[in-house]
């Protein structure tokens, strides 16, 4: 069988798309680090650029300078953009941004039924924020990102099964010892689940693609509680995930914002991940929704 090389960017200024569609239009040759090229999950055999759609700009001007990773996968081929693969091939936790997965669990397991059906019903504790303080349906708890309705969906779907669906579509390092109401969570002396950002955008991919297995019903309803916005050029959907103090550490805060976006000028699964004092799951966000902007995809 024959050897493939998996060529991924590695360092922050150098982006291109990745492709094994045409062998020989536009080639970018890249050097390839060996330990990134070794743990990469990613294929590919030649680096070229072949989209008309100018994204490794977009993503180097609003890139500059910050410290995180984002990976955006073509769903209709093999080209792949990476920004510092470094980041983009650690793992880390996922915070809110597993409420995608938590979500088809419980639909999956008849726990959800619809959006619009209520989904959390308010125990009277009044928390931090004050969307949480009330009763909601799914779009309003996945909207508000609502972290005790979630914990409340995970204890339904009980230890085994979720680790059944975790090994299943093969999440991240699969380990959600530390409990079923938080392991998703950066919590002070236990370990969470972790995922590169990579893991992220390739599972994000074969789920638009239909490749893991859910049924229509499940993405349908996911697919309504991700969307974020439609514009006349696309219509995007995501989900962030904020976590402080990661592993403990003070200051090491994390943003997430992982999704899909399907427009007229391309089709992507993306994720995105910043990292330091000021990240946050909105300045993820507002960063891929600028960087889509830009290179008209949005």
């Known amino acids: 069988m024959q050897n493939r090389s998996t060529l991924i960017i590695t360092c922050l200024a150098a982006i291109a798309f990745i492709t094994t569609d045409s062998p020989v239009a536009n080639e970018i040759n890249i050097k390839s680090d060996e330990n990134n090229t070794r743990n990469s999950k990613i294929d590919s055999s030649i680096i070229q650029s072949t989209r008309k759609i100018d994204l490794k700009s977009a993503i180097k001007i609003n890139m500059n300078n910050i410290n995180g990773?984002?990976?955006?996968?073509?769903?209709?081929?093999?080209?792949?953009?990476?920004?510092?693969?470094?980041?983009?091939?650690?793992?880390?936790?996922?915070?809110?941004?597993?409420?995608?997965?938590?979500?088809?669990?419980?639909i999956e397991n008849g726990i959800i039924k619809s959006e619009n059906d209520q989904f959390y019903k308010w125990d009277g504790e009044k928390r931090f924020l004050p969307e949480w303080n009330k009763d909601l349906s799914l779009q309003e708890a996945f909207q508000f990102s609502c972290v005790p309705a979630y914990q409340n969906l995970a204890k339904k779907i009980g230890v085994e099964s979720m680790q059944n669906w975790i090994n299943k579509i093969n999440y991240g390092d699969k380990d959600i010892s530390s409990g079923i109401d938080q392991f998703w969570l950066p919590r002070k002396g236990k370990k969470s689940i972790k995922i590169s950002p990579e893991e992220q955008a390739i599972l994000m991919k074969k789920l638009i693609n239909n490749q893991l297995g859910f049924s229509d019903k499940s993405i349908q309803i996911l697919k309504k509680v991700m969307h974020y916005k439609t514009t006349d050029k696309g219509s995007l959907y995501g989900k962030t995930g904020s976590g402080q103090d990661v592993d403990d550490v003070q200051d090491n805060n994390i943003g997430w914002y992982v999704g899909y976006i399907i427009g007229n000028n391309g089709k992507y699964a993306f994720s995105c991940l910043l990292r330091g004092k000021n990240a946050s799951g909105k300045s993820a966000r507002d960063l891929v929704n600028q960087i889509l902007i830009d290179s008209n995809l949005l």
């Open 69 to 106: 990773a984002l990976v955006i996968l073509d769903l209709q081929s093999n080209d792949v953009v990476v920004y510092d693969s470094s980041v983009a091939l650690s793992r880390n936790t996922p915070c809110s941004s597993f409420k995608i997965w938590n979500t088809l669990f419980g």
